[in-house]
């Protein structure tokens, strides 16, 4: 059997494995997916009651659209924001059930190890010439082992959120008390509302998925009003929060921070930043957190946490494999200074492809949410870029793996860049949870400068506050750093 008879490897039956899948089947090649869920999907199931902030123009890949107009599937309104279930059920469902990805997906099956057949890591000899073996335990624990060509990684990080201690480790007390703390965004309106309902729960994190916490415990607060909400930011207060606001290209995401900004001015919500928890510990009534408020020591007793701090990638499995990682953020070092959330500038990374992803590992490519490693700013869109050209690129058809074929709104948040200069010409690119901004210092934009003795830094802003908003989210200065052939790291034109 030659290299060439092998399938190739997707790990994840998420929305981007089986994007790369579909991609696969357009080039002839045969995919084998290996999905550790009962379904696929089985990530974004976990948080089906959250309505995603793109619409489904953006969240469908064109190979997997394809496939599925070819067996009359009807493509949902383009304009509407769906949930996650949604998505599952109107998209990703139907894909997976699919008589041509179907009989390839094989779920319940976890892969725990890659590594070349015969090779060790330290093995250069006919490193390329050697199939992958991939290892996966299926759902009795019992050990296989599938060879591959090449293989995808897009198995996400939904798995590993992050701790909530402010150095990237779990505080004390965050193990031994896991009973009060929940991760991610929980079903607050929904299966989850009794735990929460009258209760006093701290939301930790800045992100979308911790705006989306709040904003669920602000709805049940109107039902319950007993609900007491906190919430502790590490830096940047409501600026933070709102992020691109009204200018960000994806209406349902700048509405969020703006309206997570308003609870807090209404005193709806009482927000605590800058705040480090350094200890969660049991009370006799509820569970003290001990943190610092600023240079403040201080003691909360709440009855909940919800820890939305963002996630991280497991790297455990791939192990045996040569892969090469910036240090801050964990993607490959060409991404890495694209979304490295302390350079990146106005949310506008490039898109990317085969050339960005590869590994000094031949055949080997973490896509998807992964491929982001700890930055927070993935979206479907990118992803499904990703592997339109990673799966080019194995097919051998460099041309295509080079060309960029993909055109994003923008996330209207604007920042300077400090120290990577981050090229803009390519085309745009939105993101989530897009960094934002500590201090605004942005590009001057928006429909240009303000009007004379208006506070504002852009028409776009004067007319966000004259409408009562704090503004659009931009800042005063255009940035320095950025190329000036590019497009305008301005978050409007
Ligand atoms: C709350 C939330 C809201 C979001 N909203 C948006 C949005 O509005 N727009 C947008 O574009 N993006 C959004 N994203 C970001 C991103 O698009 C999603 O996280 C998306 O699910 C990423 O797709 P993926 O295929 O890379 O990973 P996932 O959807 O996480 O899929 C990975 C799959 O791999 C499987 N898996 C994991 N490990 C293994 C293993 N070892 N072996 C076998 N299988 C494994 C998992 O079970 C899972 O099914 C959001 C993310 C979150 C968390």
């Given at each position: ?63 997997s ?13 383009p ?62 624990g ?18 590993r ?49 911790a ?15 007993q ?34 900004a ?9 927000l ?6 350094n ?14 408020l ?51 500038s ?19 490519y ?20 990703q ?67 208006v ?17 659009c ?21």
């Amino acid at each position: 059997m030659t290299m060439n008879d092998l399938p190739i490897a997707v790990i994840g039956a998420g929305p981007v494995g089986l994007a790369a899948a579909a991609h696969l089947f357009e080039r002839n090649l045969v995919p084998v997916v290996f999905e550790a869920g009962r379904q696929a999907g089985s990530a974004i199931s976990q948080w089906s009651h959250v309505h995603l902030f793109s619409p489904w123009k953006f969240n469908i890949d064109a190979a997997s659209r394809a496939l599925l107009e070819a067996e009359h599937w009807q493509h949902p309104d383009p304009e509407v924001q769906p949930t996650g279930g949604q998505l599952v059920e109107d998209y990703i469902a139907p894909l997976a059930a699919h008589p041509k990805l179907a009989p390839h997906i094989r779920y319940e099956t976890t892969v725990v190890a890659i590594s070349r057949l015969n090779r060790s890591r330290l093995d250069n000899a006919d490193r390329e010439k050697s199939p992958f073996v991939v290892i996966w335990n299926d759902r009795d624990g019992n050990r296989h082992r599938t060879l591959a060509r090449a293989v995808i990684d897009a198995s996400g990080t939904w798995h590993r959120p992050n701790p909530m201690g402010r150095d990237g480790l779990a505080v004390e007390g965050e193990h031994e008390y896991k009973d009060p703390i929940a991760y991610g965004i929980p079903d607050v309106l929904g299966k989850d509302r009794d735990v929460y309902a009258g209760k006093h729960t701290l939301v930790v994190g800045a992100g979308h998925s911790a705006i989306n916490a709040v904003l669920d415990l602000l709805d049940l607060k109107i039902e319950n009003p007993q609900t007491r909400i906190s919430w502790a930011t590490r830096s940047g207060g409501t600026d933070r929060l709102i992020g691109g606001g009204l200018n960000d290209a994806l209406p349902g995401r700048g509405l969020l921070g703006h309206r997570a900004a308003n609870a807090v001015r209404d005193g709806g919500v009482s927000l605590l930043s800058p705040f480090t928890i350094n200890k969660v510990e049991r009370t006799p009534h509820a569970f003290n957190v001990a943190g610092e408020l600023g240079a403040d020591a201080v003691n909360l007793a709440v009855d909940r946490l919800i820890v939305a701090t963002g996630f991280r990638p497991d790297f455990s499995f791939l192990s045996e494999l040569r892969l090469t990682l910036d240090p801050v953020v964990e993607a490959t070092p060409a991404l890495a200074p694209l979304i490295d959330p302390n350079f990146h500038s106005c949310g506008t990374v490039r898109p990317h492809g085969a050339v960005e992803l590869a590994h000094p590992e031949p055949g080997f490519y973490i896509v998807g949410m992964k491929s982001y490693g700890r930055a927070p700013t993935f979206l479907l869109a990118t992803g499904y870029e990703q592997v339109r050209s990673v799966v080019a690129m194995l097919a051998g058809d460099e041309e295509a793996a080079l060309r960029v074929e993909l055109e994003l709104p923008e996330t209207g948040i604007c920042r300077t860049a400090t120290a990577a200069t981050i090229s803009l010409n390519a085309k745009k690119e939105m993101t989530m949870n897009a960094p934002v901004k500590d201090e605004p210092q942005a590009a001057g934009c928006c429909g240009g400068p303000a009007p004379a003795g208006v506070e504002a830094c852009c028409v776009k802003d004067a007319d966000a506050k004259a409408a009562g908003e704090s503004g659009c989210g931009c800042g005063s200065k255009p940035s320095a750093q950025v190329e000036p052939k590019a497009k305008p790291v301005a978050c409007c034109d």
